[in-house]
């Protein structure tokens, strides 16, 4: 079985684009691998999108590239049921709870402290980054 995985768009913005991160070879590996199935929902690319043009300034057409890989290699979820506002203190966070919720997912990898705080969230696992060496550390290329 498939570990199903949302990745935070902090994590998104760690990996994804930085081909020598270790993070970025090791999902690559375990997607590869099938031993993880990507989730995002269209908020989570809008954010991921919206960072990378204007806190980044990273060139449109570089942009879309960026995105394109993320939309190539996860499956697009739109959440169903929304979560009160009050769920988290931040709440930009709560649509990574929402697709989270709507893939059934096993993790949530994130580098959040708030997310990372709660360890678990309606039995979906919240962890860092780093801890994903733990996961999927014997994938190889």
Request: net charge positive; glycine share 2%.
């Amino acid at each position: 079985m498939r570990m199903r995985v949302v990745l935070d768009t902090n994590v998104l913005l760690m990996s994804f684009g930085n081909p020598d991160s270790y993070l970025d070879n090791l999902l690559r590996q375990a997607i590869k691998q099938k031993a993880v199935r990507l989730y995002i929902s269209s908020e989570i690319i809008a954010e991921y999108e919206r960072i990378l043009e204007y806190k980044f300034l990273i060139p449109r057409a570089t942009v879309i590239k960026l995105v394109n890989v993320v939309k190539n290699i996860a499956l697009t979820v739109e959440p169903l049921n929304r979560l009160p506002k009050e769920t988290l203190n931040d709440k930009d966070d709560i649509k990574i709870l929402e697709c989270a919720q709507e893939a059934k997912a096993h993790i949530i990898v994130s580098a959040d402290k708030e997310l990372i705080k709660l360890k678990e969230f309606d039995g979906v696992k919240v962890v860092h980054p780093s801890m994903l060496k733990y996961w999927f550390g014997s994938t190889r290329t």
